[in-house]
T-cell receptor, first 116, second 111 residues
C-alpha cells in the first residue's frame, strides 16, 4: 500500500513570497491533517479535514495560511505572504477509519520550508 | 489546555543498554496516547498506541505504559541498538481527536 505522498520535499523562498505544498493521502483515508514542525519542537496541528470539510483549523494563521482538500482526496496548503517564522517542516498525515478517536495517523515525509 | 512534556530532551547511551523515555501530560481526559519515531528528514512512524482504558502495550523490544491518573507514560526500550537512534515523540488525543505532541527525546545509541 502506498504511503502519504508530499511535494516538494524542500523549498527555499524569500519572505513575502508565496508557496504551496501538496499532499496525497493513503487511498481511502477520509481524514487528512496538516502539521507544522518547527526545529526542536513537536508537530503542531494546523488543520484537519474530514472528506471535504474542515474539522479543526483553530491553530491555522488564517491571515496568511489557507488549505483546501480537492474532492476529498488531495490537499494543498498555501502560505501567502511567507514570514521568517514560517520556516519549518510541514507534515501531512491521513487516518482511517474516518476521524475515529482510536485512529493511527500515517505521516508523509514532510516538506522542509526555509524562508530567507 | 493540554500540554505534553518529554524528558529528557536528549539521551546518549552505549549499545545494549535498557532505557526509559518519559512523557507527561497535564489533562488526564485523553482518548489515547501514542509513541512515534522520527528519523532525520523523514516523517513520523507510529510505534505503539495505548487506549485510555489500557495500562501498557508491547511490540518487540518496546514497551509503553500509561498512567492516566498521574498524567504519565513511559517508553521502555530493551537492549538498545544503533538503529534505534532517532527522535521519539509522544502524542495524546483529546478534545476533537487531534494529536498534541511533546517536544521529543533525541536518542543516540553508540556502537
Amino acid at each position: 500500500e502506498a504511503g502519504v505522498a508530499q511535494s516538494p520535499r524542500y523549498k527555499i523562498i524569500e519572505k513575502r513570497q508565496s508557496v504551496a505544498f501538496w499532499c496525497n493521502p493513503i487511498s481511502g483515508h477520509a481524514t487528512l491533517y496538516w502539521y507544522q514542525q518547527i526545529l526542536g519542537q513537536g508537530p503542531k496541528l494546523l488543520i484537519q479535514f474530514q472528506n471535504n470539510g474542515v474539522v479543526d483549523d483553530s491553530q491555522l494563521p488564517k491571515d496568511r495560511f489557507s488549505a483546501e482538500r480537492l474532492k476529498g482526496v488531495d490537499s494543498t496548503l498555501k502560505i501567502q505572504p511567507a514570514k521568517l517564522e514560517d520556516s519549518a517542516v510541514y507534515l501531512c498525515a491521513s487516518s482511517s477509519p474516518p476521524g475515529h478517536r482510536t485512529d493511527t495517523q500515517y505521516f508523509g515525509p514532510g516538506t522542509r520550508l526555509t524562508v530567507l | 489546555k493540554q500540554e505534553v512534556t518529554q524528558i529528557p530532551a536528549a539521551l546518549s547511551v552505549p549499545e545494549g543498554e535498557n532505557l526509559v523515555l518519559n512523557c507527561s501530560f497535564t489533562d488526564s481526559a485523553i482518548y489515547n496516547l501514542q509513541w512515534f519515531r522520527q528519523d532525520p528528514g523523514k516523517g513520523l512512524t507510529s510505534l505503539l498506541l495505548i487506549q485510555s482504558s489500557q495500562r501498557e502495550q508491547t511490540s518487540g523490544r518496546l514497551n509503553a505504559s500509561l498512567d492516566k491518573s498521574s498524567g504519565r507514560s513511559t517508553l521502555y526500550i530493551a537492549a538498545s541498538q544503533p538503529g534505534d537512534s532517532a527522535t521519539y515523540l509522544c502524542a495524546v488525543t483529546s478534545g476533537t481527536y487531534k494529536y498534541i505532541f511533546g517536544t521529543g527525546t533525541r536518542l543516540k545509541v553508540l556502537a
